[in-house]
């Protein structure tokens, strides 16, 4: 019998858990919401029920379990196991992740981004499994980022390699989270068009998302957006065009850089659909900079495979 392991992708949201043979067969899988808002032991907590309860479904012992691998937020450092201060898991700070998992299930555990364990699934099992070198982009509230190459997850010597959300788009541009000014993911997240949006209703625009939020701009969300544009909303339909074109020239330098054979996207954002993917397209091939003649293939990465 091959080696079983366990996964374990811990979100801000939903802690999702799946038990899994060294050939990458799922025997196993379970899902339940972080409450990430209770603070450190009950998601340890949570996590800890979900992987009993994967086990169960799979019918596999705990005894008989490798290891169990744990992909968080970051940032963090992933040989130690410690996950620093992750924005959506309050009350986390300098958590020994790898180290308590181990206490409570008693294999041995590793934790990892999880961009780049996304990404390295992917490039193991997924859109990536016919290539050799691949990026993937996560889209959400932040932009994460996960590089292969020649096989192999780049890291870089302190494991801070890949943060693609904070490459510089702009100089002197907007305010990121992280400190700098200018990322990727000050344009390119949700969070990122939603202050696309914001600046434009500021400055005049007219569009039924002040309907739709109720005049409390405050409460205006990217599936708001998404909406309006389905609604044929034409400013919505600019904030997603603008916010493909920040997206594309992303990716336009990620290829001259890397010339990765396939760019992974995935994330809430990518529900978004054409309307987003379009500009994504057109700006990261068709840029007049953009250097590789053959340039990689774009994977939208939803439930089921689908080529951009
Ligand atoms: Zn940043």
Same mark, same amino acid.
């Given at each position: 019998?091959?080696? /079983? *392991?366990? +996964? ?10 799946? /038990? /899994? ?21 009950? #998601? ?6 979900? /992987? ?56 041995? %555990?590793? !934790?990892?981004?999880? *961009? ?11 859109? &990536? ?29 302190? +494991? ?7 490459? %510089? @788009?702009?100089? $002197?541009?907007?305010?990121? $989270?992280? &400190? ?9 997240? #949700? ?37 309006? #544009?389905?609604? &044929? ?5 600019? @904030?997603?065009?603008?916010? &493909? ?21 995935? +994330?809430?954002?990518? *529900?978004?659909?054409? #309307? ?7 700006? *990261? ?22 080529? !951009?």
């Amino acid at each position: 019998m091959s080696d /079983v *392991a366990i +996964g374990v992708d811990l979100g801000g949201t939903n802690v999702k858990t799946a /038990v /899994v043979t060294s050939e990458g067969e799922v025997l196993g899988k379970d899902a339940r919401p972080t409450d990430a808002k209770q603070g450190l032991d009950p #998601v340890l907590d949570t996590m800890q029920q979900g /992987v009993e309860a994967a086990l169960n479904q799979a019918g596999v012992a705990l005894s008989d379990v490798v290891a169990a691998g744990f992909g968080a937020p970051g940032p963090m450092n992933w040989q130690t196991g410690v996950v620093f201060s992750p924005p959506n898991l309050p009350g986390w700070k300098n958590v020994p992740l790898a180290e308590l998992m181990r206490g409570r299930l008693g294999v041995p %555990c590793f !934790v990892d981004n999880d *961009a780049n364990v996304a990404c390295y699934g992917e490039f193991w099992l997924g859109a &990536g499994q016919d290539v050799n070198s691949m990026v993937l982009l996560t889209l959400g509230t932040g932009v994460g980022g996960g590089i292969v190459v020649m096989g192999k997850l780049l890291r870089g010597p302190d +494991g801070t390699a890949a943060e693609i959300g904070h490459m %510089c @788009v702009r100089r $002197n541009g907007r305010q990121c $989270n992280c &400190g700098a000014k200018g990322c990727l993911e000050a344009y390119a997240s #949700v969070t990122g068009m939603v202050r696309t949006a914001l600046r434009g209703i500021e400055g005049g625009h007219k569009t039924v998302l002040t309907e739709m939020c109720e005049d409390d701009l405050s409460r205006l969300t990217g599936k708001m957006i998404s909406d309006a #544009v389905e609604k &044929g909303d034409g400013f919505a339909a600019w @904030v997603m065009q603008e916010t &493909g074109v920040w997206l594309g020239t992303g990716i336009g330098s990620l290829i001259n850089l890397l010339n990765p054979e396939r760019i992974v996207l995935a +994330g809430g954002m990518i *529900a978004a659909g054409d #309307v987003l993917f379009k500009p994504v397209r057109e700006t *990261a091939r068709h840029n007049p900079s953009t250097y590789p003649a053959n340039a990689p293939r774009l994977w939208r990465r939803v439930s089921a495979r689908t080529r !951009v």
